[in-house]
């Protein structure tokens, strides 16, 4: 990712004593981190996209590990899928004429390998804006979807926006796919840039392992109103393992749970200029 040479911000999703763990970016300085009580976990079934899952605060199903790592775990008792969802309690926003960057290192498993294997499972790394908490409703409150991958992408990841058209419309035209390696740890990263004074200039970027794969800017979205939204107003982070539902499809038989289906993470921050 290109540097930018102004100080930094870092918010982390673990203990500070963790903060050594996560990586510098140069041109920045790495700040205090967040202790993980600043996050909540949800609660009982969500009802949205017809998922399965019903999300608890157990340690079978979010826990950390020794090494400090995150992991989100799937379980099934009966016919009873669990999981796990955290949410940050603070959200953040870009400041005018900055940039802010939220990045996380991720493995989930190849959903390639045994297909029928990892069937209906929805791990992700996303944020809503804050206005969602105070009843501004989905899409209206903005989403970015830093990190979303099921059985049916395969080898891809989906990075992409949803929001409001002025005329009340849900509008989920911008997404862009990507090739990874399931198995394996990545990066994966979303960028607010507000550097150019203007608006239609500023972009939202995707990177995977430091490397963009996709931007887009407010031209291209074309209304102020619907840009600030998606890039003035701040966003909490999310982590989850869904289970099955309308999208992206439900599990089978054959769908296994536990650590081997898990989404584990080995930090999550947030980047700020000053």
């Known amino acids: ?23 510098a970016m140069p041109g920045y300085h790495v700040g205090l981190g967040i202790d993980h009580s600043k996050w909540a976990q949800a609660v009982g079934p969500t009802g949205n996209n017809g998922e399965l899952q019903v999300y608890t605060a157990g340690a079978g199903n979010v826990h950390l590990s020794g ?11 009966g016919n009873t899928w669990y999981s796990g969802r955290i949410e940050s309690m603070a959200s953040q926003s870009c400041a005018a004429g900055g940039a802010m960057v939220f990045q996380a290192e991720l493995w989930v498993p190849d959903f ?41 992408l395969g080898t891809l990841n989906k990075g992409t926006i949803h929001f409001e058209n ?6 989920d035209a911008f997404a862009r796919l990507v090739n990874y390696a399931g198995g394996q740890y990545h990066t994966w990263a979303f960028k607010v840039d507000r550097r150019n004074p203007d608006w239609k ?27 600030t939204e998606l890039a003035y107003n701040p966003y909490f982070v999310i982590l989850n393992m869904a289970v099955g539902g309308d ?14 289906a898990s989404l584990r993470v080995r930090y999550v921050a947030v980047y700020k200029t000053d």
């Open 166 to 171: 002025p005329d009340g419309s849900r509008n």
């Open 112 to 152: 390639t390998g045994v297909p029928a294997k990892f069937a209906g499972l929805w791990p992700a790394f996303w944020t809503l804006g804050q206005n969602f908490r105070s009843g501004a409703g989905w899409p209206k409150c903005g989403e970015w979807d830093i990190f979303e991958v099921y059985n049916g």
């Open 201 to 227: 200039q500023q972009k939202l970027t995707w990177y995977l392992d430091g490397t963009e794969y996709y931007s887009i800017t407010g031209a291209q979205i074309g209304e102020f109103t619907q840009w």
């Open 247 to 260: 999208y992206p499809g439900y599990p089978t038989a054959q769908t296994i749970g536990g650590y081997d």
């Open 67 to 77: 090494d400090g790592q995150l992991y989100i775990i799937p379980t099934k008792s």
């Open 1 to 23: 990712m290109p540097s930018i040479s102004t100080s930094l911000l870092v918010i982390s999703l673990f203990l500070a004593t963790a903060s050594a763990a996560i990586p």
